[in-house]
């Protein structure tokens, strides 16, 4: 995304030019043109696209013109080859006079000087993601360089013994590794440079080598699963406490909301001696990219210079709905997206699956969070609640 508004040093188009292959003209040379009696002017100029050093067009003559080639001072008009007898197939050659059947309107056929863009004007406002065609107006308007912030580098690296890759054998007792590939996805879509590394199993030594390796050109480490209360977390046994001359400290703390309870964060110093910020988020599928979308989304899109994207609505609850008394809950919804923007209040949302964390299937199956208060313990029917819209 740009850093600072891309302001036009000049007009766009820099100067009147043909919109056309034809004649420039003098309209009122050939007022009264027509089939029948068609006006023929000489040929006096001819004028490609990237000339310079134009001469002024002298009443009672016309000259050849190409789309995008600069209007000869007092021109008023240009006509195309179609509607003269002229001919440009034949050779690069005018011929030396030409028939026009019918007038024109003075100002047809031409684009005007600052007819795009005014000099001074805004071109893109700061912040403005390069696409194609905001890459092709900078170039357009001669901004060969513009400061940017850059796509921020973030590593994921899962951890977890029981964790197979998708496509390989499973055994009883082991199970597929999703959050990578979630979380990688769901950086990708919030505008970074995702790289996943394979999981690691629950073994210290081999964490922290991963860890050394994925830091090396990452701006941010995410890490999942090993923060819990279990007696094989190894985020934790690797990270916590940690003296800060070894990257630490590492805070884990458990965070009151539902899902995403055991969170940590800060620095992990990488071999060449960079402190490397490092997030380190639950292992439960859902509380994983639940807490992406609460912790790590808004300020990392911030930080990349994008503005947020999850539109926040007021809307009407379907179903009654139960919360945990002190958490604050993040409940999967559906939003009836036809309904968008909603009317405060107006828009209504169904809550779905159950609270547990390992519910992928109704995470992928919502498009909305449901923001429940802490303090509130049930929502009848119908009660206004406050929606994140995914
Ligand atoms: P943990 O936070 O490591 O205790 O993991 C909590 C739960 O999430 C366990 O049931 C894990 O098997 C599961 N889990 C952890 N990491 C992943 C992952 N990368 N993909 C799928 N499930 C995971
Ligand atoms: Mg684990």
Redo the contacts with the bound molecule.
């Keep these: 995304a740009t850093v600072d508004d891309a302001v036009a040093a000049f007009a766009m188009p820099a100067f009147d030019n043909s919109a056309m292959d034809g004649y420039a003209v003098r309209a009122d040379d050939i007022a009264g043109a027509s089939a029948a009696e068609p006006v023929r002017l000489p040929v006096v100029d001819d004028i490609p696209a990237g000339r310079t050093g134009l001469v002024t067009l002298a009443p009672g003559t016309t000259a050849r013109i190409m789309t995008g080639a600069p209007l000869p001072d007092g021109a008023d008009a240009v006509v195309p080859v179609e509607l003269t007898d002229g001919d440009f197939s034949v050779d690069h050659v005018p011929d030396s006079t030409v028939g026009f059947s019918s007038g024109v309107e003075a100002g047809k056929h031409i684009r005007r000087e600052g007819s795009d863009i005014a000099r001074g004007d805004v071109a893109l406002p700061a912040g403005t993601v390069l696409g194609a065609a905001q890459i092709g107006l900078l170039s357009a308007l001669g901004l060969a360089n513009v400061a940017v912030a850059r796509r921020l580098r973030v590593v994921v690296l899962?951890?977890?013994s029981?964790?197979v890759e998708p496509g390989k054998p499973l055994q009883h007792g082991q199970?597929?590794?999703?959050?990578?590939a979630?979380l990688t996805a769901a950086l990708t879509e919030a505008g970074a440079l995702a790289r996943h590394i394979h999981?690691v199993p629950?073994d210290v030594a081999d964490f922290l080598e991963r860890l050394d390796e994925a830091s090396a050109d990452a701006d941010l480490i995410i890490t999942?699963?090993?923060?819990?209360a279990?007696a094989?977390?190894?985020?934790k046994d690797a990270l916590g406490g940690r003296s800060t001359e070894h990257g630490g400290p590492v805070e884990f703390v458990k965070v009151a909301m539902q899902p995403g309870m055991?969170q940590g964060c800060g620095h992990h110093l990488d071999p060449a001696g960079r402190r490397v910020p490092i997030i380190t988020l639950?292992?439960?599928?859902v509380?994983?990219l639940v807490s992406f979308e609460v912790f790590i989304r808004p300020p990392l899109r911030a930080a990349m210079g994008l503005s947020p994207d999850r539109p926040r609505v007021a809307a009407t609850l379907g179903s009654d709905i139960r919360s945990p008394e002190g958490k604050r809950q993040f409940m999967r919804g559906v939003v009836d997206e036809s309904l968008l923007p909603g009317v405060d209040g107006r828009l209504v949302v169904e809550p779905i699956g159950p609270p547990g964390?390992?519910h992928l299937r109704y995470l992928a199956g919502a498009n909305a969070l449901i923001d429940i208060p802490a303090t509130t313990t049930a929502l009848p029917a119908g009660s206004v609640v406050n929606v994140v819209v995914l």
Excluded: A, R
């Design positions: 899962s951890t977890g029981e964790l199970i597929y590794e999703s959050n990578g979630m999981f629950d999942s699963g090993g923060v819990s279990g094989y977390e190894v985020v055991p639950p292992g439960n599928p509380s994983s964390s390992h």
